[in-house]
Structure formats: C-alpha cells, structure tokens
C-alpha cells in the first residue's frame, strides 16, 4: 500500500467519543453507533471545513478511543454533550483511498496494521473529503510514525 511522509499542524477535534479495541467483539457496533450519532447532528459552531474525521488516541495495546466528528477553530467552544481531542503536530504517513467507506476504510486499516511502519500511536485518523457518494468517497488516513 503505497503512502507518501507528511508534516501536520496540530488539530482540534470535537465530536463523540467511545473507547474500543481490535479484540473488542463490540468494535464494530461501537464505531458505527458513533457514525450513526454524528449523522444526527445539523452543525457544530467554529467547524473548519465540511470534512468528517475518524480519529484513534491514547492507545493501550489494542485499546484506544475512537471519536468520530470534525476539525474546528482553535478558539471555538466545545458543543455541549461532546468530547475535544487534539490531533498533534507531527509526522504521519498518509494513505489516500478512494472507495466505500466501511469496506476500503476496513481493507485499509487491515493492510496498515501489518505494515512496518514506525508508529507512535499517539494519534490516528481517517479524514473524509466533502461530497455525499458514501459508495466512492475520497478517504485520507493519517498514521503518525516516528
């Protein structure tokens, strides 16, 4: 799987929020459940663009926390009833897909996870550009590596 080495500034992220794992039964259910809930929200104040984000943090194991939301302003405030988590300023290795999003996304992680890659498993993330074709979406996953 072909990725290209990238430097990114920090970002705020506001959405909801759910621990899980790749050994978790639930994982599935869990990450789809917080999709399904970000689906039902109109607008969030501040929001930086019409991305969706996928992020992955504070690893433990196989353990971390999914959140499922936007990137917004630095001085926005967080929605009552969601959970803020920076994504931080870094070097991550980053993977562009273009596909469905449960399948390519799912195919994608699966060839990531057994990549030799240097990761520093602080922060993950899928990020989903604009547009409505959930069949032929353009994904970028971003891995952060050493």
């Known amino acids: 799987m072909k990725y290209e080495i990238v430097m990114l500034e920090e970002k705020r992220v506001v959405g909801f929020c759910q621990r899980t794992g790749n050994d978790k039964g639930d994982m599935g259910n869990v990450i789809g459940g917080l999709w399904q809930k970000w689906g039902q929200v109109n607008d969030v104040q501040g929001r930086k663009?019409?991305?969706?984000?996928?992020?992955?943090?504070?690893?433990?194991g196989m353990e971390y926390d999914t959140t499922v939301g936007?990137?917004?302003?630095?001085?926005?405030?967080?929605?009552e009833g969601m959970t803020e988590k920076i994504i931080p300023k870094g070097k991550y290795a980053k993977f562009v897909l273009?596909?469905?999003?449960?399948?390519a996304v799912q195919k994608a992680w699966g060839d990531i996870w057994?990549?030799?890659?240097?990761?520093?498993?602080?922060a993950d993330f899928e990020e989903y550009q604009e547009g409505e074709d959930m069949e032929n979406m353009e994904i970028h996953i971003y891995v952060a590596i050493k």
């Open 49 to 60: 663009n019409k991305k969706y984000i996928g992020l992955y943090t504070d690893y433990v």
């Open 70 to 79: 936007c990137e917004i302003d630095k001085n926005a405030s967080i929605p």
């Open 98 to 103: 273009k596909g469905d999003v449960v399948k």
């Open 114 to 122: 057994n990549m030799d890659l240097e990761r520093t498993f602080t």
